[in-house]
């Protein structure tokens, strides 16, 4: 486990011709109770974070003479001259694998420690040989690792490029490492008060994390990201209503989840950023799903799983919709109690067959039956895998078919509703 400072280095300020003067001026960098006179932040945070190693990038022509010599306890002349030259030279169309010196450079910054020389990002060819570099720091991380990131002297679209890194190692967790900081010295307002002060600015990776949870809890009911940020903020009602019934969505138990619903109307949140990021997302999900009849509800399910593409639930949700809403119209029949619900099922599934005596009662419906014969052996097949002539149909004609299912079924669901709504 090793904390690492990633940051930038530039090319210091431009004279009147354009060219870099190929220095930095210092500036008084504070971090809290702790302050610095230096020319590069880098320098400053070692002090502050003290980080075990340090990252660089910057361009062929960025200052990395001055950060040799900086960094070094003694250096080399011959080494900050030859860098020195390199680097001025430098332009758009350097090699970056021909900067010299660069273990050198390294061995000065400390041990463990890389620096990443990157293009300048003029074109297609250009960003992508940066983003192919930036996230080949991935090969010098551990698992466990703490990351800082310092973007003060960043160029270009490098502020980017590096926070899609980090986003991009939080979401594919391997290595598993922590960004704890990512800090910019605000030397714009250094005339202002006589110091760069050193701001943390990580709450935009927070966010990014409530946007990932909110878009995963959208998009299939997951809340494992939203519920950890939810507890992390002390909203632990709030993270175990979404727990609850992300997992009774997950069994697709629809028997509770109709119940989680109602309770998940008066969620809590407990700061303004968990609901800007999670209320949308809740409210339209008990907007859709709230004071609907049984039948409703299973149809909207269906409808839901089938829009997320989760096409074995939605099958196995529309042909219990069909059960319950048979049930909901018969007298005294419970779509709840199994044995309706079986002898439901058993009139509905029989081709022509006279039905039992005590089924006579039931509600029928030719296109509601039609429906169910249809996709009834699709859903068997995908279950219990019942070779019958489901398993010859392409999963295209699966899919095809249940869609045809859900839009037959709306005008089903419509009979007989107690309200007006929209499905």
């Known amino acids: 486990m090793s904390k690492i400072l990633i940051s930038f280095i530039g090319t210091g300020t431009l004279l009147p011709d354009g060219r870099a003067q190929r220095d930095y001026r210092k500036a008084l960098y504070k971090l809290g109770n702790e302050e610095a006179e230096t020319s590069f932040v880098a320098y400053a945070l070692k002090q502050f974070v003290k980080p075990d190693k340090i990252f660089l990038i910057g361009t062929p022509h960025s200052m990395w003479e001055e950060v040799y010599k900086s960094f070094a306890e003694q250096p080399d002349e011959n080494v900050w001259l030859e860098l020195g030259e390199w680097c001025e030279k430098a332009n758009q169309d350097t090699p970056v694998e021909d ?28 960003i992508q040989q940066n983003i192919n570099i930036i996230l080949g720091l991935r090969e010098y991380l551990s698992d ?166 989760n096409y074995l639930a939605a099958y196995n949700d529309l042909v219990e919709c069909i059960i319950t809403k048979v049930c909901e119209e018969t007298p005294e029949y419970d779509w709840l109690d199994y044995n309706n619900r079986e002898s439901v099922r058993s009139a509905y599934k029989s081709k022509g067959a006279k039905m039992p005596d005590d089924t006579q009662c039931l509600y029928l419906s030719s296109k509601l039956i039609e429906i169910y014969r249809l996709i009834n052996p699709i859903r068997n097949y995908l279950v219990h895998l019942s070779r019958r002539r489901a398993e010859k149909t392409s999963v295209t004609t699966k899919i095809n078919t249940l869609k045809k299912a859900i839009a037959d079924m709306k005008a089903e669901i419509r009979l007989h509703a107690k309200f007006p709504y929209d499905l």
């Not at 273990?103 to 297609?124: H, N």
């Not at 907007?287 to 409703?296: D, I, N």
């Open 99 to 126: 900067m010299p010196h660069k273990k050198a450079v390294e061995d000065a910054i400390g041990k463990g420690s890389k620096i990443f020389p990157i293009r300048y990002g003029v074109d297609e060819e250009q």
């Open 144 to 309: 466990n690792d703490e990351i800082i990131v310092d973007i003060t002297h960043s160029f270009r679209s490098l502020p980017l490029l590096i926070m899609q890194l980090i986003l991009y190692l939080k979401q594919i967790n391997s290595p598993k490492v922590t960004v704890s900081h990512v800090y910019y010295g605000m030397l714009d307002i250094i005339k202002d008060l006589h110091y760069a002060p050193v701001v943390d600015i990580s709450s935009m990776i927070r966010l990014s994390d409530w946007i990932t949870g909110a878009f995963t809890f959208k998009l299939n009911g997951s809340s494992t990201q939203s519920a950890r940020l939810l507890e992390q903020e002390g909203g632990n009602s709030a993270a175990s209503l979404l727990r609850k019934f992300s997992d009774v969505l997950s069994l697709n138990d629809m028997g509770q989840l109709q119940q989680q619903v109602q309770e998940l109307s008066g969620i809590k949140y407990p700061s303004e950023m968990a609901r800007l990021a999670l209320e949308p997302t809740v409210s339209s999900f008990v907007k859709q799903f709230k004071g609907l009849s049984a039948s409703e509800f299973q149809y909207k399910l269906a409808v839901w799983h089938y829009n997320n593409a």
